[in-house]
């Protein structure tokens, strides 16, 4: 058994910043990759960001130079920073965890930026 449990999100106008959180814990041993996803009313869920545990990173083009994935392996936590927002960022945001080439899902967390 996985758990993934993400916080952080909430309601914050155009230009400004979030952080998001995502702990892991249970049957996590050989946890390779952490990413972030989001979906959007009426849109597919997206990749936004994702690191390794050796600390490779990859960003959607839309987040590129405003979003910042970070990851600490001994808290098994990963973490999200979100500046500069823009209302299209209005989003559930999901953290996903890979186990051994299982997915692993959080509740999602909502973000909400006002114009």
């Known amino acids: 058994q996985v758990q993934v449990v993400e916080s952080g999100g909430g309601l914050v106008q155009a230009g400004g910043s979030l952080r998001l959180s995502c702990a892991a814990s249970?049957?996590?041993?050989?946890?390779?990759?952490m990413g972030w996803y989001r979906q959007a009313p009426g849109n597919q869920r997206e990749l936004v960001a994702r690191?390794?545990?050796?600390?490779?990173?990859f960003y959607a083009e839309s987040v590129k130079g405003r979003f910042t994935i970070t990851r600490d392996n001994a808290k098994n936590t990963v973490y999200l920073q979100m500046n500069s927002l823009k209302p299209e960022d209005t989003a559930v945001y999901y953290c996903?965890?890979?186990?051994?080439?299982?997915?692993?899902w959080g509740q999602g967390t909502q973000v909400t930026v006002s114009s």
């Open positions: 996903s965890v890979t186990v051994r080439d299982a997915v692993y």
């Open positions: 249970g049957s996590i041993f050989s946890m390779n990759r």
């Open positions: 690191i390794t545990t050796s600390g490779s990173t």
